[in-house]
């Protein structure tokens, strides 16, 4: 008889020890964070929807009332925030609960912070990873471990995480609905997709443009279940509480009076009063052209070409009037890695030149602007500039002759 068979090791151990190292690390990195938000106060992006998702579970009352408004006021000032500062309003759609919620039954706000900025900081891996995918871009673990580096702390992705922004999350959420369509799973994208709206400012002309696409297509479970996964929130937040619509556009509408400029036209009115408004316009004139041109464009196109006019949508977003904030730039970190992945994998020994000189533009450049410009008073404020580097960089990138092709073959899953 011949030798038996020896029993395959079982799976169960390394499985056990990979979940434990797993468990170690995020208590490690919760751990971290709760040390830095005990001693460094902030994180006044996630106090509000923290306080309004904790008030409206535990006590039913409406994250747009004005006791809601008194009580995160509270919190970030210790009293009623003054005419012309920040009035730090809910302002989210009312479904934005089920993102913050689990977050906002932990009662110690550090602790809820600090969990709150480890999920940031692992969506901000997992957009990495995402956008990775979507380039197509093969990088040595070196190059990889370089990339996460500079994800985690050039000052576009750091800043969110420190200021406790949802859209890192909504980030991720888009770019893996962009490779989900590519892999034609369309009802998972169309749900991706609509949580996205979580930030509707950030993505509302991208979720035009997907429908329209994909009817250009004939995707239909694409546009179905974007739509019908809406639908769904919209109706679920009427049952819980039928006032939101009206109460969340009251706070939309507020919104702009209290913030900082946040579009071209508002920048460029802060800094020329005269003819600031009028300059304004006109961009917001010529993106939304060209953006209806871009769509138009993109009608029928392959992934390629779907994947490249949903980049310069996002970017355009930012161009058009909307009132956004540089938090929301992290949006636009998928269309930076394709424009990088093809400099270095289309460009030779000069692309790749191009991929470090842009690495130490992007962050030691955008650091040191901010730190050079930042606009000092009772608290230090961003300065409006921050507002056009990235833009910028990303209009030349993406318009450059190796990636502006109608059909850049090299993104589609054939």
């Known amino acids: ?185 369309d009802v998972l994208a169309g749900i991706l997709l609509a949580l996205a709206t979580i930030k509707p400012q950030a993505v509302v002309l991208l979720a035009i443009y997907v429908l329209i696409w994909a009817a250009s297509r004939r995707r239909w479970k694409l546009i179905g279940s974007v739509l019908g996964s809406l639908g769904l929130l919209v109706v679920l937040s009427s049952l819980l509480s039928p006032t939101w619509l009206v109460g969340n556009m009251r706070q939309i509408l507020a919104y702009p009076g209290y913030t900082l400029p946040g579009s071209p036209g508002a920048i460029f009115a802060a800094w020329a009063p005269t003819i600031g408004k009028q300059l304004g316009w006109v961009v917001t004139a010529l993106a939304t052209g060209w953006l209806i041109w871009l769509w138009r464009r993109g009608l029928g196109v392959d992934f390629g070409g779907f994947l490249w006019t949903a980049y310069l949508t996002l970017l355009l977003t930012n161009l058009v009037g909307i009132r956004t904030a540089t938090e929301n730039y992290i949006i636009l970190y998928p269309a930076l890695v394709l424009v990088l992945a093809t400099w270095d994998q289309q460009g030779g020994r000069v692309g790749r030149w191009l991929v470090a000189t842009s690495y130490l533009l992007l962050f030691f450049g955008l650091w040191g602007l901010f730190l050079a410009t930042i606009q000092r008073g009772d608290q230090a404020v961003q300065s409006p500039v921050m507002f056009f580097p990235l833009p910028i960089f990303l209009l030349l990138g993406l318009l450059g002759r190796s990636i502006c092709p109608r059909h850049p073959k090299y993104l589609d899953p054939e």
């Open 1 to 185: 008889m011949g030798a038996m068979a020896q029993p395959r090791q079982p799976f169960a151990p390394i499985i056990v020890i990979l979940i434990l190292a797993v468990m170690v690390v995020l208590f490690g990195l919760t751990w971290a964070n709760y040390r830095f938000a005990a001693q460094v106060p902030g994180g006044n992006d996630f106090i509000p929807r923290w306080v309004g998702a904790r008030l409206f579970l535990l006590h039913g009352q409406s994250p747009y009332s004005p006791e809601t408004s008194l009580a995160i006021q509270k919190m970030i000032y210790g009293r009623p925030a003054n005419l012309g500062e920040d009035q730090s309003l809910f302002v989210y759609p009312f479904y934005a609960i089920l993102v913050f919620g689990p977050f906002a039954m932990i009662g110690d706000y550090n602790l809820a912070r600090a969990a709150w900025m480890t999920f940031l900081e692992l969506s901000t891996f997992g957009l990495a990873a995402v956008s990775v995918s979507l380039a197509r871009w093969k990088l040595s673990k070196q190059m990889l471990v370089i990339l996460f580096v500079f994800t985690a702390f050039w000052y576009y992705g750091f800043r969110p995480v420190i200021n406790g922004n949802a859209a890192v999350f909504c980030a991720l959420l888009v770019a893996a609905a962009f490779l989900m369509i590519r892999e034609k799973r």
